[in-house]
């Protein structure tokens, strides 16, 4: 086989927020940049989220190849109530000596290896099979800056916002409430610390930091990352912010049910209810969100699901466990339905979230805060009510409502607190029928036309950013050819 591109090859954790990027990221290589893009995902149960977004048309795309790899047994390594993300982790751990193993098997090489956060234990591969390793944070520069930092603050200063709960000053950022930063950094003497904190110390070990941000999303944080001055002495390596990354859709030529309804309805009326491909909520906030739904008398589509007791992301690597029966859950209010009908769309755990947000009935979006999900609404122009639940997504919340002005937010966290139903109404009617709600549609669209610039292949800030990437790899392929006489 001649070699003529470039080939990277993608390491990306279970779960929508990592598959969907790391997808979108292999196709814009492909696509725009010549690379030969192979991409291992986990094996999923065929009715997941994940399986379901994998046989898509386009994810197939030329010159991308998805190789499953077999989801490791960890039952032995784990207790049932181990962290979602420590079961992640060490999945993916356990997956490397076959990922090992499929790219000594390939007669291409790959010149690059990519990984996510959960992913970093496979770098070592970089150096092993003569690859450029970088780290692609699927999520946000904002999260990438606490990563970085956190590792390298004295015992005094983490003491003071971890005990004292005072904010952590982050040089050139905005500083972190105690209340948004992560569970993964409030305890030393948890796993779930100790697995995740010394990361930041991984970072600078690659050949680059990829972000799905872009210039105008996170000025600030980026800016930081890029200064030798500033957080870019604790990164020592490139930051590349290459996003927004979206599945481009066309809602004009989907079919499905939701879609049929909101045809019918009139421009930005309707409110969109998701938390997500693993995000749950409990009995009492089910029963809250739908009353609270019900007395703003809006339109709205809710993507719901049976309530849970334990963790909000128990849903997190195999949601999708059942369905609507007869449009009528008996974890919603009697008769909930049959009063909301005309107005309302109740539907079952997975739906077309892209093509949905993208749809111009849709006004405003009701959201767990994923970072993928928030790109999806920027995207479309949609602003939003932040209801983080767990990970980044507080702080996600904060950079949507406090600094960028596209999303109200309950006055208390809900993973702390049930919001009632007299708090859901107010946030409803403040997005879609009062003057606070177009002011922040316009924007998020504002920020919709400043993404699109900056993927634009004419000279686009995430294009170039990329494109120095591409580059990099040039004087691998360049050996790989001599080498093979190609």
């Known amino acids: 086989m001649q070699i003529t591109r470039p080939h990277a090859a993608m390491y990306a954790s279970p779960g929508m927020g990592h598959i969907i990027p790391m997808i979108e990221l292999g196709k814009r290589l492909a696509g725009s940049h010549g690379f030969q893009v192979t991409i291992f995902v986990l094996e999923a149960d065929a009715a997941s989220a994940q399986s379901q977004f994998l046989i898509l048309p386009g994810c197939d795309a030329t010159f991308i190849d998805i190789i499953g790899l077999p989801t490791p047994d960890i039952s032995g390594l784990v207790e049932p109530s181990t962290f979602i993300s420590i079961k992640i982790l060490i999945m993916m751990r356990e997956t490397i000596s076959t990922l090992r193993s499929k790219i ?83 305890d030393p003497t948890d796993q779930i610390y100790q697995e995740f904190v010394p990361f930041g110390l991984v970072f600078p070990t690659a050949d ?15 800016k930081s990352l890029q200064d030798p001055n500033l957080l870019g002495r604790i990164a020592r390596v490139p930051v590349y912010p290459i996003g927004p990354l979206c599945r481009p859709v066309d809602p004009s030529k989907t079919i499905n049910p939701v879609l049929d309804w909101l045809s019918k309805q009139p421009d930005e009326s309707v409110l969109y209810i998701s938390f997500g491909s693993g995000g749950s909520l409990s009995a009492t906030q089910l029963t809250e969100l739908a009353w609270g739904l019900e007395m703003s008398e809006q339109r709205f589509v809710w993507v719901v699901r049976p309530p849970v007791d334990g963790s909000s992301c128990s849903e997190y690597i ?6 609507l029966q007869d449009g009528a859950p008996d974890y919603l209010p009697k ?3 049959s009063r909301t009908h005309e107005r309302g769309l109740v539907v079952s755990s997975w739906a077309p979230q892209a093509e949905i947000l993208a749809h111009q009935a849709v006004g405003g979006f009701l959201t767990h805060c994923g970072w993928n999900s928030i790109l999806e609404s920027v995207v479309s122009g949609v602003p939003m009510i932040a209801w983080p639940l767990f990970a980044e997504q507080k702080m996600n919340a904060t950079l949507l409502n406090e600094e960028l002005g596209v999303a109200v937010r309950s006055r208390k966290l809900p993973s702390e607190e049930v919001v009632l139903r007299v708090e859901v109404e107010s946030l409803v009617r403040r997005i879609m029928a009062e003057e606070e709600g177009c002011e922040m549609r316009e924007k998020v669209k504002k920020l919709k036309d400043t993404a699109e610039i900056s993927v634009s292949c004419d000279g686009g800030s995430s294009y170039e950013s990329l494109s120095r990437v591409a580059k990099e790899c040039d004087p691998l392929l360049e050996r790989s050819i001599m080498a093979r006489g190609a």
């Open 104 to 186: 000594e098997e390939m007669r291409h090489k790959p010149t690059a290896l990519i990984v996510d956060l959960f992913g970093l234990d496979a770098l070592r591969l970089g150096e092993e099979f003569n690859m450029l390793a970088y780290i692609f944070m699927t999520s946000n520069a904002r999260l990438l800056a606490v990563a970085l930092y956190f590792p390298t603050l004295e015992k005094d200063v983490e003491d003071e916002h971890i005990i004292k709960k005072k904010p952590l000053a982050m040089p050139g950022c905005e500083p972190v409430r105690f209340e948004d930063t992560l569970e993964t950094f409030l």
């Open 208 to 222: 680059g930091l990829i972000v799905n941000t872009w210039d105008d999303m996170e000025p600030k944080t980026l």
């Open 318 to 323: 195999s949601p999708n466990r059942s369905e």
């Open 335 to 337: 008769e909930f339905i």
